[in-house]
C-alpha cells in the first residue's frame, strides 16, 4: 500500500543530483590533495585547464597521476575535510519527502566516500571518477561516466547521469562550479552558489541561489505535490 502511493506520482517525481566539492565540502578535496601531496606541475596542468586547452577529465588524469603519497597519509589528510553540515539534514529531508538523492562528482569516489562516512552518510549514492591506487605511492584515475560528446568534457559528465539514473525523473541540479555548467543548461531546476551561479546569470539560466544546504531543506516541499507526506511516502 505504501509502495503504490509513491509510484503514482513517479512520473511527475524530481531527483536531485548533487555536486561534492565545494558544494557539500567547504573545500575542494582534489585540489587540497594536490596542494599536499603532488609532484610539481599539477600547477601547470591546472592553468592548461583553466585556459581551456584540456578538459577537466584529461586535467584530472594527468594531476592524478602526480600525486606521490601513501594510502595511510592520503586518508589521514582527506579525514580533516569538512562539510557544510546542514547537509546533514537535507539528506533526511529528502528521504522523508521520497526524492532520490545522488552525489554525481567529477571528483575522486573514495575520497568522497571517506568524508560522507565521517558524517555517518555511507548511504549516500555517489557517482565520481574512480581513484585507484597502483602502488605504494601511486594513484591513477578511471572515468567510467565520461562521454565524448560532454561540452565541459568532464571526467564524469552530469548530463549523461541524469540521462541514466532514474531517467524518468526531473532533474534538480545542486552545484557551484564548472562541472555543473553542461548539466545546468539541461537540469529543470538549479541551486547555484559560486562560479555556477556567474554561469546562470550571465547564459540566462533559471536558477535559485543558495549558500548552505538550511536553504535548500526549507524549499524542498515545494517539489512534492503532496501536502502532508509523513504518512503516505515509504522510505
Ligand atoms: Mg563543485
Ligand atoms: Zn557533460
Known amino acids: 500500500m505504501l509502495l503504490m502511493n509513491v509510484e503514482q506520482y513517479q512520473e511527475n517525481s524530481w531527483k536531485i543530483l548533487c555536486d561534492f566539492d565545494g558544494t557539500i565540502s567547504l573545500q575542494d578535496t582534489t585540489d587540497v590533495l594536490l596542494e599536499n601531496f603532488a609532484d610539481q606541475g599539477w600547477e601547470e596542468i591546472e592553468q592548461l585547464w583553466e585556459q581551456g586547452e584540456i578538459g577537466s577529465k584529461e586535467c584530472m588524469q594527468r594531476q592524478i597521476a602526480l600525486l606521490n603519497v601513501t594510502k595511510e597519509k592520503l586518508e589521514a589528510l582527506v579525514h580533516q575535510i569538512e562539510i557544510d553540515e546542514?547537509?546533514?539534514?537535507?539528506?533526511?529531508?529528502?528521504?522523508?519527502?521520497?526524492?532520490?538523492?545522488?552525489?554525481?562528482?567529477?571528483?575522486?569516489?573514495i575520497v568522497i566516500r571517506h568524508i560522507l562516512a565521517k558524517y555517518n552518510l555511507r548511504h549516500v549514492p555517489v557517482i565520481a571518477n574512480q581513484l585507484e591506487q597502483v602502488s605504494e605511492h601511486r594513484w591513477q584515475l578511471h572515468f567510467p561516466n565520461a562521454t565524448k560528446i560532454c561540452k565541459s568534457q568532464s571526467g564524469t559528465c552530469k548530463c549523461k547521469v541524469s540521462q541514466t539514473q532514474h531517467k524518468q525523473y526531473k532533474t534538480i541540479l545542486i552545484g557551484d562550479g564548472r562541472s555543473d555548467f553542461c548539466l545546468s543548461e539541461e537540469a529543470d531546476y538549479v541551486y547555484a552558489k559560486k562560479s555556477l551561479l556567474k554561469h546562470c546569470q550571465d547564459n540566462n539560466i533559471k536558477h535559485v541561489p543558495f549558500s548552505t544546504f538550511t536553504e535548500l531543506t526549507k524549499t524542498l516541499d515545494q517539489f512534492v505535490g503532496l501536502p502532508q507526506l509523513d504518512a503516505k511516502v515509504h522510505v
Request: proline share 4%; hydrophobic share 50%; glycine share 8%.
Open 86 to 109: 546542514s547537509f546533514i539534514d537535507f539528506v533526511k529531508a529528502a528521504k522523508k519527502l521520497g526524492i532520490p538523492l545522488t552525489i554525481v562528482s567529477d571528483g575522486l569516489d
